[in-house]
């Protein structure tokens, strides 16, 4: 019956949406839930971040489509909340909105040349490889020999791995086609990573760190005096040291301690202490300078970079990935939290401005904690959010929406949006991508033209692209 069963919109139907819709219908069976998504199609940065050499982890996307689609949620693709529905729509329809939109945008450096020409934020060149559809026509200049990608998280180890790999390898993956054809021309022979703190302090998780170490025929050279560990570091291990920062030690020893090749096709190079100060180039990058840093503890008792006299390093390069961390943005309606970039929030309740839960809303993901976690932290993450909406549910403190009728939202919408994507849309995308794979032995040939997206989907006249669907 119309209004007797719990609403929830979910704006973002990344991993932390996902997730959230899965967490709703365990903890309530009989709730209705409608993902809504910019793009046309759904996942987020599983899709549209993840390396494509991790396809074990891109798999996962068949376990969301079980737990949500299949389920029956449904998707409303192509649709930006803040812009095609505002938030108070949203809440005239469903009695509860999750904001799962994540980090949107990259931090700056702040640093002079940050704009020069062939730097780029990592970010641009995941989504770019990734054949995000706003970011397909971005043209990046592999010619050089030598690219410097700076930050030591797992988006700088997949950016390094993403130039280093061999071109059978990348064949192989779901890279979007453009990149491919790119990154086949490519004549970058070093990568070199700076981290702005010490071995102990890397954000890489062993995994991936390992990884670098392991690449078919690249090399991975690491100075055995850059990974001696200074004294405050060392004690800080011994006393909190995780076990992920032990490992990483330890491989960063071994690494240091291989021989040198001779042999290898290219050659990462992992760099420590040394902060970027300026990119450098004549309208386009040719260097980045480097000043070397020690750690030293900082009044919030937290290990910090400290420039140390000695001079200005200059590493030669063409290509900058500036690969230090996403950001999210504000959203249209609802608070931000200007300083922390997240909606302010109590374990996934949005507050208000005076401090207290906006009644039916709320955050998962990166939205509410940070651009932190590897994908699984969102399930932790989400199930939180969800435990307080239940709750919320349970104490009667959500109220039925004033037009509870589901199909009116899908009407307005269909109404507004003459290219909606809708599940069925979805499912006609993702067979034409997995059908065009599967003649070329990859596990599938992305769309990344919104128009082409569009017209599969079904949502839009077939672009005269040269190219037929076959969907
Ligand atoms: P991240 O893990 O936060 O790493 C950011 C890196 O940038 C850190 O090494 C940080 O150093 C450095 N940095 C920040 N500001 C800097 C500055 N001004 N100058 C120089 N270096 C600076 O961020 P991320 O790599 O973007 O990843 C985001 C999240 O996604 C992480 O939780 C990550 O694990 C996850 N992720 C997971 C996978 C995977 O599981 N395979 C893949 C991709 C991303 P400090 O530590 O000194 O601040």
Redesign the pocket.
């Known amino acids: 019956m119309v209004g007797s069963r719990p609403r929830i919109a979910i704006v973002g139907a990344g991993p932390a949406g996902a997730f959230a819709a899965a967490s709703l219908w365990r903890m309530h069976p009989d709730a209705e839930v409608d993902l809504f998504e910019r793009l046309p199609t759904p996942w987020g940065l599983l899709r549209g971040?993840?390396?494509p050499d991790?396809q074990e982890?891109k798999r996962l996307d068949d376990m969301f489509d079980r737990e949500t689609l299949e389920r029956g949620c449904r998707l409303f693709a192509n649709v930006e909340v803040g812009v095609d529905i505002s938030h108070d729509e949203l809440m005239r329809h469903y009695s509860a909105v999750v904001y799962a939109t994540g980090a949107q945008t990259d931090?700056s450096?702040?640093i002079p040349g940050e704009d020069l020409p062939g730097s780029w934020a990592?970010t641009e060149f995941v989504a770019w490889y990734n054949g995000h559809p706003d970011y397909r026509e971005l043209q990046f200049d592999l010619s050089p020999r030598r690219a410097v990608v700076?930050?030591?998280?797992?988006?700088?180890?997949?950016v390094t791995r993403m130039l280093t790999l061999s071109q059978p390898e990348l064949e192989r993956t779901d890279v979007a086609d453009h990149a491919l054809e790119a990154l086949r021309e490519s004549r970058i022979e070093e990568v070199v990573v700076?981290?702005?703190?010490g071995p102990a302090?890397?954000?890489f998780?062993s995994s991936?760190l390992r990884e670098l170490g392991h690449l078919d025929g690249v090399e991975l050279r690491v100075d055995p005096a850059e990974v001696e560990l200074d004294p405050l570091s060392r004690s800080w291990i011994e006393d909190e040291g995780t076990f992920t920062v032990r490992k990483n030690v330890q491989l960063l020893r071994e690494f240091a301690n291989r021989r040198e090749r001779t042999d290898s096709r290219r050659r990462i190079v992992l760099r420590f202490l040394r902060?970027?100060v300026e990119i450098r180039g004549n309208g386009r990058v040719e260097a980045v300078d480097v000043r070397r840093n020690e750690i030293v503890r900082a009044d919030d008792g937290l290990l910090r970079?400290r420039s140390v006299d000695g001079g200005i390093e200059t590493i030669d390069c063409g290509l900058v990935l500036r690969?230090?961390?996403?950001q999210a943005v504000p959203l249209p309606g609802v608070p931000f939290d200007e300083r922390s970039f997240v909606l302010p929030n109590d374990r996934g309740r949005v507050l208000g401005p005076g401090g207290d839960p906006l009644a039916g809303v709320y955050a998962v993901g990166w939205i509410k904690r940070g651009?932190?976690?590897?994908?699984g932290t969102n399930k932790r993450d989400a199930d939180e959010t969800v435990r307080c909406l239940a709750e919320d549910l349970a104490a009667g403190r959500l109220r039925t929406p004033p037009e509870p009728d589901p199909d009116h939202i899908e009407a307005l919408l269909a109404e507004r949006k003459s290219d909606l994507v809708t599940v069925e849309g979805w499912r006609a995308i993702d067979a034409h991508e997995r059908e065009r794979g599967s003649h070329e032995q990859r596990p599938r040939v992305k769309l990344s033209s919104l128009d082409e997206l569009l017209a599969v989907a079904g949502a839009a006249p077939v672009p005269d692209t040269g190219r037929r669907s076959s969907a």
């Open positions: 971040g993840v390396a991790h982890i931090k450096l702040g990592a700076i930050g030591n998280g797992n988006v700088a180890a997949d700076l981290g702005r703190r302090q890397v954000a998780t991936e902060s970027p970079p690969s230090v961390g996403y651009p932190t976690g590897i994908l």
